[in-house]
């Protein structure tokens, strides 16, 4: 029953039926960490980090605790100790709370960030003073460690508080130069990126994700060059773009976020479903269209159009269960208006 409260978007029902599991079992880890996400959707932040916590004790999470003997931080000055922070889930979460560590380096201390070799590049132009290190590569010593979902914990993240200190993440300047080089034919034109799949691996990838053939009512609008950012098995439907898109795919000299972070610095604009992209763009600060199923994830709240995590960023929500189509002719709309 909780679960169909939750797909229909009836959150009040479903956050009563998750609390009164809770009621019944205190130690319902998955019934804790599904109200967070409740909660979070909702904009009840302070309740909603501490439930969050919970996640590590799923049975379903898709990271595994990590175990470390050494503490997990609580905010207090770190006094010249070494802060190990970690990220624990997919490329669009870490891509998300990487932004905290401007502010973890305030409270004094070293700091090692540990990632997938995919970002570590990226993330070496925000940390510069952070020694950047792949999962599974040897970790150097450290002191207190904190995953990077917690963060938000941590520094006591509302609404009305959240890090705004957009850009926080910032293409190479000499990738990007030579992409922009290389972007001089198409200048007279608007330059919009498209992403239209997620990870098929993400549980909710099959109502997230959608085909480049959808996409096809973009072709209206007037003075458009589209640029692939799609990777992945779904990036190969770039080969046989809708009938009229003029889609141009460099993505196979894309090999991490640090070489598409330097091609999203010479387009106007991105347009994409939830994916990791969404994140990259709106960390850059560049104008993002991100397109929602009818029940989206936690990060963008409800109703809104905007998302107070990027102000670059506009929410194309699907009005009803799997209605991709109403979506896409509203950006297509809004896209034919951009260049009226």
């Known amino acids: 029953m909780v679960s169909i409260c939750n797909d229909k978007g009836q959150l009040d029902d479903a956050i009563a039926a998750y609390r009164q599991a809770i009621i019944i079992r205190p130690k319902f880890a998955e019934a804790h960490h599904s109200l967070s996400l409740l909660l979070l959707s909702r904009g009840d932040f302070q309740h909603g980090w501490d439930e969050h916590e919970w996640r590590w004790k799923c049975k379903d999470f898709p990271s595994v605790p990590r175990n470390f003997a050494q503490p997990q931080w609580d905010g207090r000055p770190l006094d010249g100790r070494t802060l190990l922070l970690y990220a624990e889930q997919g490329f669009g979460d870490a891509l998300q709370f990487i932004r905290y560590v401007p502010m973890v380096a305030q409270r004094g201390g070293r700091i090692i960030i540990e990632c997938k070799a995919e970002l570590q590049r990226l993330f070496q132009t925000m940390a510069a ?11 150097p010593a450290f002191d207190l460690q904190c995953p990077l ?5 941590v520094f006591g993240t509302t609404l009305a508080n959240l890090p705004r200190n957009v850009p926080y993440l910032h293409a190479d300047a000499e990738a990007a130069g ?4 290389r972007m001089a034919d198409h200048s007279p034109l608007v330059r919009v990126g498209l992403v239209w799949s997620g990870s098929p691996g993400h549980k909710n990838d099959r109502n997230r994700s959608t085909k480049l053939a959808r996409l096809a009512p973009l072709v209206q609008a007037p003075g458009v060059r589209f640029f692939s950012l799609q990777k992945g098995d779904a990036g190969a439907e770039a080969k046989r773009p809708p009938p009229g898109m003029e889609l141009i795919d460099w993505t196979e000299e894309l090999t991490d976020f640090a070489d598409t972070a330097a091609l999203i610095a010479n387009l106007d ?3 994409t479903v939830d994916t990791a992209v969404a994140h990259l763009a709106g960390a850059m600060g560049k104008q993002v269209w991100t397109l929602l199923p009818f029940v989206a994830d936690w ?25 991709w189509d109403s979506v896409i002719n509203r950006v297509a709309d ?7």
């Open 334 to 340: 809004k896209l034919s208006l951009a260049k009226a």
């Open 269 to 271: 604009l991105v347009i």
């Open 178 to 181: 030579r992409w922009q080089r």
């Open 129 to 139: 003073g952070c020694q950047i290190v792949v999962r599974g590569q040897p970790l």
């Open 299 to 323: 990060r963008w709240l409800l109703e809104r159009e905007d998302s107070p995590w990027y102000p670059s960023m506009r929410l194309f929500r699907q009005p009803s269960w799997g209605d």
């Open 149 to 153: 979902l917690s963060l938000p914990l």
